[in-house]
Structures are given as C-alpha cells and as structure tokens.
C-alpha cells in the first residue's frame, strides 16, 4: 500500500456524493488499498455501513467527518462569501475510541446546538472534545486555504499556528490537485507553511465519485440538488472531472514533487485504530423506587399485577408459566426493557391515551400480561413466548405497541423527560431516489419536456412494497416502445439508471425509539428532526440494531384514535364512562353485525372483499376473529386453506387430525393449520421438539431455508418415532405438511390483538353508533370520498348526519342527541385559527343569537369574508339565516353593514361610530331578497366546501329513474363479477387528454347516489 484517501465523499453526502459505498470499497479492495477514510459533509450517516463493509473485505475503515467550521455556532448568521464568519470545512478522523466518540460528538452538536441552514461548530467546541482526533486543514473551502485565497497569508499562519497547538503532530496541511487555478495558488504557499512552522502534509483528492466517467452523472446530482437545469450557466459547477477515488499510481504522479504528502497518508492510517464496540445489547437501566434492583421491582409489579388480572385466583399453570419466563428474562437480563415499557404504557393510559391491546409476538408473554403491556391472556388464548423470546436462540426482545396516533408524540416527550434529552432518540431512515422519482429529477435537470417525462415515469409499475427498478422496466415492451419513438430520452434513461437508488434525504422512522443508559451520541450521532424536539438517529433500524441498542417501536393507529374520541364522546353525551377493555367478548349483537358482513369503519373488516368472507365464515366466537385476521392474506386464500376452514366449520366437511394428540392444537381452527404457534406445538407433540427448538424450525420453514429443513427433518422423524406415536413415512408426510402450511402460517399472538382491537371497534359500532361514526369522521375528515362513505353508512344504521352549524359544531364531527353534527374542520377555506376563534367566543358570550351578533363577535384577522363564504356555502349559519343564497349575495353590504359599529379589542369603534350595545347585538340585520336563485345552487356549493352533498343530492327527484335505468351503482362496482355494467350518475368534472398522434380521451369523474369513480371515454 502507498496511498490512503483521506478526503472521500459517499452517497450520504447527499446530492452532492455519488458514490456508494460498496462500489468505494471494492475499488479500494481491487487497487490493494487496505485503508482509507470516509468524511461526508457534516455527517455520519453511513459510517457503521462503512466500518462493517470494509472490514468484511479486510480493509481498515478510518472514520471521519467533513465539519463545517463557523465562529460561533450559538449564532444564527447565514453564511455569505463577503462574510468574515462564513462557514469553513475542516477534516476530522477518529484515532481511536475516544476519539471516535468526540467526533459523533462534535458531529451531534453540529446538529443538536449548532444548526442553521447546515450543520456548523466552532472552535472552541472542538477544541474541548478534541482527544483522540486528527485534524487537516480540508479542501480549498478549508478556513486556512479561504484565508490565503483572500490575500491573507498572515492570518493564515497564525491559525494553523492555533491548531498545532492544540492537535501538535496530529493537525495536517492538506493539498488537493484537481487542476483548478485556486488549487494552484494554494499549493506553493501550503507547502511552505508546512515547511516553516514544522506541520506535516498530506495529499488528497475531493472525491465525490467513484470512476473518473461519473463526473457527469454527478453534475446531473448537482443540478437535482441546487434545482437548476444542466444548461443554466450560473449554476453552482465543478469545473473537473477529476474529484474522483483515484489509484495510489495516480496520487503518486499528481504528488510527485511532495512525496512527504503521500506517504503521511500511510502514517495517519498507521496511527488510526479504532474498534467499534458494537454487537453487544446495551439495555436501559429502569430508575426504580426505594433503592430496590431491577428484578425486585418487576416482581413486586408482577405481584400486583396478578391481583388485577385474576382477583388473586393464580393456578398452578400461570404461576409456572410466569416462573419459565422470569427465569429467561433474568438470564438474559432484560428486565428494565419490560420495566421501561410498563411504565411508558402506564403513563399514556393515566393520560388517556388509548393503548393497544397488543402487538406482534409480545402477546405472546405472561409477564406482558400481567404487567398491562399486552390485553390478551396467553393462556386462554394458547399463544407462545417462546415465539417471542427463544431460550435456544436469544435475541432482544421487540415489543411493538400501537398507540393513538394523534398522541403518541405525548409519550415520547415523556420518555425523554423521564430518561434524558441525551438518552433518546427517534430512528431514523433515508429516502431513495426510486425509479420514477429519478426519472423525473433527472428529466427537471436536462430540461426535457415534464409532460414526457412524466409519461414515461408512468411506464415505470410502482406496487406498494414492490419497487420495480430501471433495469427490469427496460424490458417492458410499453418502455421499449416509448423509449424508441423518442430518442432523446436516452441520455434521460442512461444516466437514470446511474443515479437510481442513491439516497436522497434523511428522515424519520414512523415508529422506532431507542433508550440508553448513556447518551446516545457516545456512540450513534444523532441530528435534529424537522418537527417536534426528540432528536433523530443519523444510523437507520438496521444499523442502530446491529449498534447494540435496543429499539422500542412505538407506533400511531388511527383506529385506536377513534376509540378513544368514541368514549370521550359518550362521557360527554351520556354522562358515564365505558371501560373498553373490560367488555365481554361474546357479545351476540356484535357477531350478528360481523355475520351481516356490515363492517365498514371496523378495524381491519373495511373492505368488500374482508365483508364478504365474513358472511361466508359467519364467526360466532373471539377465535373465529382471530383466524379470520390470520386467513385473509394471498398465501391462504391461494393455497385453498381459506375455503377448507370455512367448510369445515360449517360441517360441509369432516374435520380430520393428523393425529389424535394433535386435536387440542388444531380444533379451535377445525384442524387446518394456520399458525405459526400451531407449527411449533405440532413439532414439540409428534417429535418431542422443545418450543425453542420448535421455534427455529417454525423460522426456517417459513423462510424456506432448505438447508436448515434439510438438518430438521431426520431429527423430526427421529424425535417422531422414538415417541411412538407414528410410523416414519407419517412423521416425513407430516414434516412436508407442516412445511407447506408454514409458508403461509401467521403469527397468532399479532392477530389475537389485531382481533382485540377489531371485535372493540365492531363493539362501539353496535352499542354506540352515533359516537363511534362520528369518532370516525373526524379521523378522516380531509378525506371527502369516505366521510361520504360514512355518512350514508351512518344513516344506514338510523343516524343523520347534519350539516355545520356555528351554535353547535365543534372542531370535529360532535354528537347531538342520536344525530351528528358535522365539524368545523371539515368545511374547505376554514382554518384551525377561525374555528378557535368562533368556539372561543361562543365559549365566553354563549350561542350566536343572530346573524348580526355572529359577526360583530367573530369578525377579526383569522375570521374574514372568505372564512363567512365558507361557512354560509356549508350551511353553518343557517340557524343564524337560512337562505344562504341571498346572504351570499349580499355579504359585502352585510359586512358593511355590521363593522360601522364593530369594535376592536380595545372596546373603540373600528370606524369612531358608537352604538348602542342592544342595538349592536340584539338587532338583527335585515335581508331583503333581490333576485331568485338556481336551487341546485345550494347543493353545488355544498359540493364545493364540504366534498359531497349533505342536505340533499341532485339526483334525489331522479332515484326511481335511476333505477329503472342503471343495473348497479358505484358503490358496488368492487362486487361485481360481469364485465359490463350500468350506472346512471352526474359528471362533475372532465379532464380531455391528449395522445401523441392527436387523439384524445376524456377523463370523467360520475357520481350517482352512492359515490363517486373515475372512468375514461373515449
């Protein structure tokens, strides 16, 4: 080896580096390179990504960053070229340990404390968080070289005088040949401070890609990121080709009149040596009461908790259940994971925050049970936590819980004030420049027309979970097609598929959390999030997981939020409280309803197809629900086992076991095998399989490891026959069988809780209709299509649904009686601050008493003539005047009217004219009509504010018609099975679409009197 890169920029430097990282390593592995140091600009996104690549192909990773260097980074002062704080880079590499852990420091504090536009610290924080770092003074946008460029050579001087002062032997001067005229300057002047003041030099090239021919696909990078086209001849360029990860031949030419320079790269590598602790699972400490340990804490909580969820009937199968998982527990020491938890979970329900009842293989634990974290008994319910937590093959425990989505962020605050602002953290995650995303960036950037740009972005499929890249879609006759008849599109196609999948930006995972015993940035740099306080990862899941720490995925459900605005709306109405999680689960009323197949708005039941299996299975038991979850997946409707659980429950079948001593584990499905706890018990029963045992052949068989299946099967056959209860060639039928079902098993402990919060939802909706449907709305508001949805759903179970109106209406759908009324949140044009603004004063002053007391109270800056129009248009003011035509045609001079005597905050006449207070109040304004109106014009403003038509439809005169005429309607088109049918409805709105040879089509959306759907005609 006779060269290290020192100066390398990756894909995280995003937008600005195009290089990945496995391309930079096996370049680095093909040139005999064994060292060389990652710096992305002002992060360290992608440093354990690069750490684990390169030791894997026995390369030393050298661990940096390329900080940007400000003043004071207290000091919000944008950066500007003729500023003397402008931002400055500088190169920070991590030695050792120590060091390693002041970079992600410093790194953090970039982000944490010091970011304005970009990530910035200062010299004075370095300089306390400096030990175990080598520093160089970076590229020509280094604070050393910007101030030589600038003339100021002296000033020069004496700052890398500072830094040798501060980092002796281990700052550097830095020189980079890239044949740029500054870098020319530099380089004389660099040397001969190097020479008097004693400082080493080190040669380096900026790279930003990885071959020399990607110079210009990272131009292309460039413009994507500055969203300027190629042809803007003041956009922000590179004016080389050469800031590539060169050869250590190349280096060595460039460099050869400074030898020193390149051999010092060697030394630096020599002196890093850093060794991340990671692999080993850091579990947070739980700050328990009274001096006690962690264990004592969670039996005492344990003692407790069995009071609540027996009434202290404990049975000798639950005290050794729950004796078999403290003793694994303990082993493994994870006690404070299920304290921590607990607690966070104890806190939202003393908060009134719905909690789910559970979630994936958690439920699956006693001790989860019985400290409140899950809602399911195990035991009742059969689940296993073995399937949870593996004594054969340990792994941190993973519970995920659901929380109401709009307070979950409620629960994190609590988390970082009950563990520290330091000590958690939101995961992070990154966006990828996807196939039709790129197509389209790079479409902006080389100026082609957006219209073809986005039609061949459309040629591209894009399923969800199932992203189809540029290599496979070129195979597509319809791309083929496209691409040949417009050949300029080639070099938009070619330089696509060399950018695709670079990633583009950092975000924030939907859900997981992670707690430490220690500050977080000792080891994982953390960054600032876009919204909110709690701090972000700059490591995604995966590595944060193979870090060591402990995620906790804490999520938001949607439906957990209807469930608890439902109870908070029947205490409201009704004046007592309903306990959710206390409700019978053999409710008749609420499997009549499921039997019906009338589920729209339960959980998990919503579509067509889920309503139709439900009136063909017909559940009349919790664990029907729960199959019913496990079965409605494309692996077991496919595969038959969907039909044969139906006909065998409905005796259209003989039910048959493969074994006798398997009826108690297969009855409850009728003796199809649909879980994977069933797997498990089936190996531990026939082959005398421990369930740990059981588990990792439940793994394999799912993920079809044939080697692993291959090992399994003669144990199982084994294990089969020397219990004797079945011959060889059954036990290595059944082995196959399990096999097959396995691919397809789901795990029961995720659908028992799924089923919980099903059958709860499903409960609401029979005993509390009005509440829970208008729970519902306000969870979708924004979405007309199924607030429409909803309505008629609503109606359909004897609730009207009534228009806005100001006296009674609150931000969200509210409960009048056995009615609803609509939101205020739902009418188009009025914002949160206007609703604040009239249920505030209706608060204070009481209801609106007329037109003229709405206004005189209301009218400010957030409630102006376009909020009234809004309101008037959705009926809101109806109760106030209820021909809302006239008073929209007359509002200017009503307004007029009203603000001579409205008064401001002040208590003084916005206009100097007094009234009296009853006649400002009390006397209402009168309207005369002028004109006479369209009435369908009532509706279609309806239509246009609200999203759909509440006090009535224009095609109500026309229903019998309709039906003479149509032999469906849109609601049902999902149903049904002929190719052809006929609907009779209104186009509300056409959009006409042209074709390349100059046809064209229309695209029509109808809306009859059950919806509304998008259809071409041509």
């Known amino acids: 080896m006779s060269f290290v890169h020192l100066h390398v920029h990756s894909e995280y430097s995003l937008l600005d580096g195009a290089s990945r990282l496995e391309d930079l390593v096996i370049k680095a592995e093909n040139n005999k390179m064994h060292a060389f140091a990652l710096t992305d600009h002002g992060n360290m996104y992608g440093s354990l990504k690069f750490y684990s690549l390169a030791k894997e192909h026995n390369i030393k990773p050298l661990i940096g960053c390329e900080v940007y260097i400000t003043d004071d980074m207290n000091k919000q002062v944008r950066s500007n070229a003729n500023s003397e704080s402008h931002l400055s880079h500088l190169i920070l590499i991590a030695k050792d340990f120590s060091g390693y852990k002041n970079l992600v420091k410093l790194v953090s504090f970039g982000y944490l404390r010091g970011f304005y536009y970009k990530p910035r610290i200062d010299l004075k924080t370095l300089f306390e968080n400096k030990e175990g770092l080598l520093v160089s003074s970076a590229c020509m946008y280094g604070k050393i070289p910007q101030l030589i460029l600038s003339n100021k050579k002296d000033q020069a001087v004496e700052l890398a005088k500072v830094f040798k002062q501060q980092f002796g032997d281990d700052f550097y001067l830095e020189i980079q040949d890239h044949g740029l005229p500054e870098e020319k300057k530099l380089i004389p002047i660099m040397i001969n401070i190097a020479q008097d003041l004693k400082i080493p030099l080190i040669a380096t090239n900026n790279s930003h890609y990885t071959n020399k021919e990607d110079a210009e696909f990272h131009d292309v990078l460039l413009c994507i990121q500055t969203k300027k086209t190629v042809h803007d001849e003041n956009r922000m360029k590179f004016n080389t080709d050469s800031l590539y990860f060169k050869s250590a031949e190349e280096m060595k030419e460039l460099f050869s009149y400074c030898d020193e320079a390149v051999e010092n790269t060697l030394i630096i590598a020599d002196k890093c040596n850093l060794d991340l602790p990671i692999g080993k699972v850091t579990v947070p400490r739980f700050p328990c009461p009274n001096g006690m340990t962690e264990r004592e804490y969670l039996n005492m909580l344990i003692e407790r908790g069995l009071i609540r969820r027996y009434n202290g009937n404990v049975t000798k199968e639950v005290e050794e259940r729950l004796k078999f998982e403290l003793d694994i527990i303990h082993k493994t020491g994870y006690e404070g994971y299920f304290l921590i938890v607990s607690d966070y979970i104890n806190y939202a329900k003393e908060h009134g925050i719905q909690v789910g009842p559970g979630r994936g293989s958690a439920a699956g634990s006693l001790v989860a049970y019985v400290l409140g974290i899950t809602d399911i008994d195990p035991l009742k319910y059969n689940l296993l936590f073995e399937r949870f937590l593996n004594p054969e093959r340990v792994s941190p ?98 330089k696509s598929i060399k950018l695709e999948g670079l990633t583009r930006h950092s975000s924030v995972h939907a859900a997981g959390v992670v707690i430490s015993p220690f500050p977080i940035y000792d080891l994982i740099p953390l960054q600032r999030p876009s919204e909110g306080e709690v701090p972000v990862t700059q490591w995604p899941m995966e590595d944060v997981e193979k870090s060591g720490f402990l995620k906790m995925d804490l999520l938001g459900l949607r439906n957990l939020t209807v469930i608890g605005k439902t109870l908070e709306l029947i205490e409201k109405t009704r004046g007592f409280k309903v306990n959710i999680e206390s409700i019978p689960l053999d409710d008749p009323k609420v499997y009549e309803l499921l039997e019906k197949g009338e589920t729209l708005g339960v959980f998990q039941l919503e579509s067509s197809g889920m309503q139709q299996l439900l009136k063909e299975v017909k559940p009349d038991k919790f664990e029907d629900l729960i199959a019913i979850l496990a079965l409605y997946r494309p692996g077991p409707m496919n595969s038959g086992m969907l039909e044969q659980f139906i006909r065998r429950k409905h005796k259209k ?160 759908f509210t409960v009048i009686g056995n009615k609803i009324r609509f939101g205020l949140s739902a009418i188009k044009g009025v914002g949160k601050a206007a609703i604040d603004s009239i249920i505030s004063s209706r608060l204070s002053g009481g209801n609106f008493k007329n037109l003229k007391d709405f206004i005189c109270r209301t009218s400010s800056k957030s409630v102006n003539k376009k909020i009234y129009e809004s309101l008037i248009k959705a009926g809101a003011l109806d109760s106030l005047y209820n021909d809302r035509l006239t008073l929209l045609d007359q509002l200017d001079e009503v307004l007029t009217m009203v603000k001579r005597g409205t008064k401001t905050e002040s208590g003084q006449s916005l206009f100097n004219d007094t009234l009296d207070e009853e006649e400002l109040y009390f006397d209402d304004i009168e309207i005369v009509p002028k004109k006479d109106f369209d009435p369908g014009l009532k509706l279609a403003f309806e239509k246009e504010v609200l999203g759909l038509y509440v006090s009535g439809h224009p095609l109500k005169p026309y229903k019998f018609l309709i039906e003479s005429i149509a032999n469906s309607n849109i609601c049902s088109l999902n149903e049904v099975e002929v190719e052809r049918v006929k609907v009779c409805g209104i186009i509300f709105s056409k959009k006409q679409v042209f074709k390349k040879d100059g046809s064209f089509f229309f695209v029509l959306n109808i809306e009859d009197l059950t919806g509304s759907i998008e259809c071409i005609y041509s």
């Not at 659901?402 to 995650?429: H, P, S």
């Not at 006759?477 to 070619?494: G, I």
């Not at 029979?766 to 979405?783: F, G, K, N, Q, R």
């Open 653 to 812: 079948e003989p039910v048959v076991f493969i074994h006798k001593d398997v009826e108690p584990i297969l009855s409850e499905t009728y003796g199809v095998m649909i879980y994977q706890e069933q797997i498990m018990q089936l190996a531990s029963v026939l082959a005398g399989f421990s369930l740990g045992e059981a588990d990792l052949l439940r793994r394999a068989m799912g993920k079809k490891k044939a080697e692993v299946m291959a090992a399994q099967k003669p144990k199982f056959v084994e294990g089969a026959i020397n219990k004797g209860l079945i011959s060889k060639e059954q036990a290595e039928k059944i082995f196959d069988d399990m096999a097959k079902f396995a691919e397809y098993g789901f795990n029961k402990s995720h659908s028992a809780s799924y089923a919980l919060i099903t059958y709860r939802t499903a409960w609401l909706k029979v005993h509390y209709t009005p509440e829970y449907m208008a729970a519902l709305l306000s969870s979708i508001a924004s979405d007309t299509d199924k607030v429409a949805e909803y309505i008629k759903e609503a109606k359909k179970f004897g609730v009207e649904v009534l228009s806005p109106d100001v006296n009674e209406s609150e931000e969200s």
């Open 397 to 494: 425990p993973d519970i995920d819980v659901d929380f109401c989505i709009e307070k979950r962020a409620e629960v994190l605050n609590y988390l970082v004030r009950r563990y520290g602002q330091e000590n958690v953290a939101q995961i992070g995650t990154f966006g990828t420049m996807n196939a039709r995303a790129v197509i389209r960036d790079v479409g902006r950037t080389l100026g082609k027309p957006l219209s073809i740009v986005d039609k061949l972005a459309k040629l591209i499929p894009n399923k969800p979970g199932s992203q189809t890249t540029l290599k496979e879609a070129e195979e597509l006759q319809e791309v083929k097609q496209f691409l040949n008849s417009n050949p300029s599109l080639k070099e938009l196609w070619e």
